[in-house]
């Protein structure tokens, strides 16, 4: 009878894994069962959200990602959270991108002066793109590929491209679609149950 009971408390527990597996199959940030659960072995060093293995991301803490958007889950990325970064909710993000928030101090390098990176609501940040620290982007931002964005675009709305980055084209908000998942998650937890995570393991 015991031995029923654990196998019955065992399938209760797996049963949210598989939930959140297939609600978010076919959105941008689909959860793999694996690295659900390493987050929830390391919930203070393992990204809250699905990263690719070739990406990295450091001091999670810092981190705040928003509904459908996962930095990294693309191969290739560096997410750098020595200071406050902040990523709205459907933005994409594509391979080889650096969204840095923490830059080396010009008189003693091995110090870090730490700074903050906003990113706004359904922006899309190219290949081989780099946010630098400071920089905060309006909703509705494209930032063409292979651009440096060194300083702040709040009004979005735009597409940005170059080194360093300067408006080339604006996007009709009319034409803009502020679509949602059927099911939102912010990274492996449901909307309604991550504010819980939040308090007690983020910095923002």
């Known amino acids: 009878m015991l031995k ?23 959105t ?12 929830k072995a390391l919930p203070k060093k393992v990204p809250y959200w699905p990263v690719d293995s070739t990406s990295r991301v450091t001091s ?5 990602i928003g509904i459908g958007t996962a930095p990294g889950l693309s191969p290739g990325c560096y997410i750098q959270g020595i200071g406050k970064v902040k990523i709205g909710d459907y933005t994409i993000i594509a391979p080889n991108v650096g969204i ?13 002066n730490p700074s903050s990176v906003k990113i706004g609501k359904y922006c899309w940040i190219g290949m081989n793109s780099v946010i630098l620290p400071g920089v905060t982007l309006g909703d509705h931002t494209v930032v063409a590929a292979g651009s440096v964005v060194t300083k702040s675009f709040t009004d979005g709305y735009q597409v940005i491209a170059g080194n360093p980055a300067k408006p080339i084209k604006k996007i009709k908000k009319d034409k803009c679609q502020q679509y949602k998942n059927k099911n939102e998650y912010i990274g492996y937890y449901e909307l309604s149950k991550f504010e819980k995570f939040r308090s007690k393991y983020l910095n923002e």
């Open 60 to 64: 999670v803490n810092n981190i705040l």
């Open 28 to 39: 941008s940030a689909p959860i793999k069962i694996t690295s659900y659960l390493k987050h």
């Open 100 to 112: 840095i928030s923490g830059n080396h101090d010009i008189n003693d390098y091995r110090k870090h």
């Open 4 to 26: 029923i009971l654990l196998r019955c408390l065992s399938v209760v527990k797996f049963i949210p894994i598989v939930k959140c597996f297939l609600e978010t199959q076919g």
